[in-house]
């Protein structure tokens, strides 16, 4: 079945690590998205990919960065430049520019310790 | 700016009485407008969605909702709530426009069913 991995599923940090999480989809879907969701937020765009080797900031994309080599991934880099990044991180891909919804992946949840 | 507006933060329901989460949106030339469904530390599932068909959407598990251009609202319902249905829902809309990319999330309406 197509979808989206994201792995791993529960990450640990300490202060002033990078860590990177994985985001894989087998749906070709040309754009993919990362989201940071916090309790009573809602889902924030960190940012998006429309294309191989193109990315877009979205509005949190501070202490953030991504690359797109491949079509099938999108991998987030949480730097140590985010000094708030304990959250649920979601990955999303969609046909286009979404215009008939977006396709998630699981999510990451990311502790900093 | 563009924005969702859903309007509890939390609804609380019985088993077998109906369910209703409100979602207003600002207006705009022919949005999308989706919700989704999130269980406890999962992704994101696709309800339902309207895309400038049919007014009344029918979605996934007896859920639908009623796009009302005049009221710019995106109200989702059911007649009859299942202990399943516990979870967060969230009103999506996506604005059109040249290279429009990103969606627009209300902040969620948390959904208690009670047995």
């Known amino acids: 079945d197509g979808g989206i991995t994201q792995s791993p599923k529960y990450l640990f940090r300490k202060e002033g690590q990078n860590v990177t999480l994985s985001c894989e989809q087998n749906l070709n879907h040309d754009a993919m998205y990362w989201y940071r969701q916090d309790p009573g937020q809602g889902l924030r765009l960190i940012y998006y990919?429309?294309?191989?080797?193109?990315?877009q900031k979205g509005d949190i994309a501070e202490g953030y960065s991504v690359s797109r080599e491949k079509k099938e991934s999108f991998p987030l880099t949480v730097t140590s430049a985010q000094k708030n990044p304990t959250a649920f991180y979601l990955c999303a891909s969609s046909i286009g520019s979404g215009n008939y919804g977006y396709t998630f992946g699981s999510g990451t949840r990311l502790t900093v310790v | 700016a563009q924005s969702v507006t859903q309007l509890d933060s939390h609804v609380s329901v019985s088993e077998g009485t109906p369910v209703l989460l409100r979602c207003n949106y600002s207006?705009?030339?022919?949005?999308?407008l989706f919700w989704y469904v999130q269980h406890p530390n999962k992704g994101l599932q696709l309800l339902l969605k309207?895309?400038?068909?049919?007014?009344l959407v029918k979605g996934i598990n007896g859920f639908e909702a009623e796009f009302k251009k005049s009221e710019t609202s995106f109200h989702l319902t059911k007649p009859s709530a299942h202990m399943s249905d516990a979870a967060e829902y969230f009103c999506?809309?996506?604005?059109?426009?040249?290279?429009?990319?990103?969606?627009?999330f209300g902040k969620g309406t948390k959904l208690s069913v009670i047995p």
């Open positions: 999506v809309v996506k604005y059109s426009g040249a290279g429009s990319y990103q969606l627009t």
């Open positions: 207006s705009s030339y022919s949005p999308s």
């Open positions: 309207y895309t400038s068909a049919a007014t």
């Open positions: 990919s429309q294309i191989v080797n193109d990315f």
